[in-house]
């Protein structure tokens, strides 16, 4: 089995309002979070560092994640990527991050580059494990080529309609966890009519069923983002959400496909 890694996480990403999340962070570990997400582009590592300092919860008993290496920043030059890392260190608050992503296999990315800087941190132990993010199987193989720590999670969108079976099938195959962002598809879970009907049969919500189906997957971790007190620790709670085989089955059956990220230039394209 991958290892040990909180199986929900709290995302932290959003575009505006970056200051919320000193308080975000905070509740969520204080609801029982043990897995913070963020990364370089998000422009909150103070704020998650915030939070994190300003919970009553040590440290030790958080796995924080960041990514860095997002198509033009940094790069592409190793000491570009370590001054980079150095300064999330820095805004995080930690010696430590338990987790580093590269964000994007495409721009500035260069493998050997990129991961020559993050084992030499996974060395230093300022990196306890090294991931990817958005990284199909063809890149995949070649990151588990050129790094020297193993390869310890992929990061990519995952939810009922887009399920990435191939993924998570890699996964399972090569001993790593599959990270699920927009786990709620945005939102869009709440107009599934299975969704729905699951979720009203166990009297919870589509968001609970939609986590719950993930987590009920081998290898499969999820990040959702949540900024409300409620929501938090309803997320939370869909570790508790036991689905049987026929619900899982509807589930796995949605023939919707549809991926909210999507860019030019993402391996898929």
Known sequence: M???LPRVGLGTYSETNREQWVECVKTALEAGYRHIDTAQVYGNEE??????????VPREEVFLATKTVHVDVPGPTQTEIVESVEESLEKL????????YVHWPAGCYEPETTFGAFDDF???GLVRNVGVSNFEPETLEEAREMSEAPIFANQVEC???????????????HD??????????RGEVFDDPVLGEIAEDHGTTEAQVSLAWLLSKENVAVVPRSTGERHIRENLAARDLDLNDEEIE????IER??????????PWN
Not at 162 to 167: F, T, Y
């Open 47 to 56: 704020y998650v560092g915030e939070g994190i300092a300003r919970s009553d």
């Open 122 to 124: 996974h060395r230093e």
């Open 93 to 100: 608050r930690t010696e430590y991050v338990d987790l580093l």
């Open 250 to 253: 509807r589930i796995d059956g």
């Open 2 to 4: 991958a290892g040990n």
């Open 176 to 185: 790593h966890w599959l990270v699920a962002y927009c786990p709620l598809a």
């Open 257 to 266: 496909e549809h991926r909210l990220i999507d860019r030019d230039y993402a």
């Open 159 to 173: 939810h009922p309609f887009c399920q990435q079976a191939e993924l998570r099938e890699y996964a399972v195959e």
